[in-house]
């Protein structure tokens, strides 16, 4: 996530022109390597909370969650707000403005955001689960994972956490507790780092030929 951050401010300033050039090699590769980050932490908290059968109890999960993730997440975007609105009234630009932002939650928080709103549905999903087979489930897994993927590839770079992305991340927490629980194929590790390496090197020239999800193109 680090690397995320740090990358976008090299790699922000050159993806719109691509060429064979060492940094835009180096930092197109750090930028797609990086993008795992985050759908692998909500495919981790789905592989854990999907696979509890106490996690059906919506009251006591939500009571735990409040107080895990939703509490601090509201006290830290808090915090932003009162950093933004003091720079508003110190630099003497609008407060107003400062404070319209947090309609759509501070931005370095969105992927919380993803997150609280994927725990509210942990209940309903967990008993789902429970009442369809395990083959019918993980068909859904694969067609909601489907769906991510297209959805991520064809939208345009916009608010992150809109209900569409939400949505597309929905795959990634199913499909999270099916690798984790679910899948009983043994694949070799030099077939995984194969298929790694293809899916980096495919992703970066279709990158070096102009197509990238941050314009709006």
Same mark, same amino acid.
């Given at each position: 996530?680090?690397?995320?951050?740090?990358?976008?401010?090299?790699?922000?300033?050159?993806?719109?022109?691509?060429?064979?050039?060492?940094?835009?090699?180096?930092?197109?590769?750090?930028?797609?390597?990086?993008?795992? $980050?985050?759908?692998?932490?909500?495919?981790?908290? +789905?592989?854990?909370?999907?696979?509890?059968?106490?996690?059906?109890?919506?009251?006591?999960?939500?009571?735990?969650? *409040?107080?895990?993730?939703?509490?601090?997440?509201?006290?830290?975007?808090?915090?932003?707000?009162?950093?933004?609105?003091?720079?508003? /009234?110190?630099?003497?630009?609008?407060?107003? +403005?400062? %404070?319209?932002? #947090?309609?759509?939650?501070?931005?370095?928080?969105?992927?919380?955001?993803? /997150?609280?709103?994927? #725990?509210?549905?942990?209940?309903?999903?967990?008993?789902?689960? $429970? *009442?369809?087979?395990?083959?019918?489930?993980?068909?859904?897994?694969?067609?909601?994972?489907?769906?991510?993927?297209? $959805?991520?590839? /064809? !939208?345009? #770079?916009?608010?992150? #956490?809109?209900?569409?992305?939400?949505?597309?991340?929905?795959?990634?927490?199913?499909?999270?507790?099916?690798?984790?629980?679910? %899948?009983? /194929?043994?694949?070799?590790?030099?077939? !995984?780092?194969?298929?790694?390496?293809?899916?980096?090197?495919?992703?970066?020239?279709?990158?070096?030929? +102009?197509?990238?999800?941050?314009?709006?193109?």
């Amino acid at each position: 996530v680090i690397i995320i951050h740090a990358n976008f401010h090299f790699f922000g300033d050159r993806f719109e022109t691509p060429d064979l050039s060492p940094e835009f090699i180096t930092e197109n590769l750090l930028n797609i390597i990086t993008r795992f $980050s985050v759908p692998v932490f909500i495919m981790l908290s +789905g592989g854990f909370n999907l696979n509890n059968p106490g996690n059906g109890n919506a009251v006591s999960f939500y009571k735990k969650t *409040t107080w895990k993730i939703v509490l601090p997440t509201v006290i830290i975007a808090f915090i932003f707000m009162v950093i933004d609105v003091t720079k508003a /009234l110190i630099l003497g630009t609008s407060v107003v +403005g400062a %404070l319209a932002n #947090y309609i759509h939650f501070p931005y370095a928080l969105w992927y919380m955001v993803i /997150l609280v709103m994927l #725990y509210f549905i942990t209940p309903l999903l967990v008993k789902m689960k $429970s *009442t369809i087979s395990e083959k019918h489930y993980v068909i859904l897994s694969v067609i909601l994972m489907v769906y991510a993927v297209c $959805s991520q590839t /064809l !939208s345009t #770079y916009r608010v992150s #956490y809109t209900l569409g992305t939400v949505g597309a991340f929905l795959g990634y927490y199913l499909m999270g507790d099916v690798i984790m629980n679910h %899948l009983r /194929l043994k694949i070799p590790m030099v077939i !995984s780092l194969i298929i790694m390496a293809a899916s980096v090197a495919l992703t970066w020239f279709i990158r070096y030929k +102009g197509f990238t999800f941050y314009t709006n193109r």
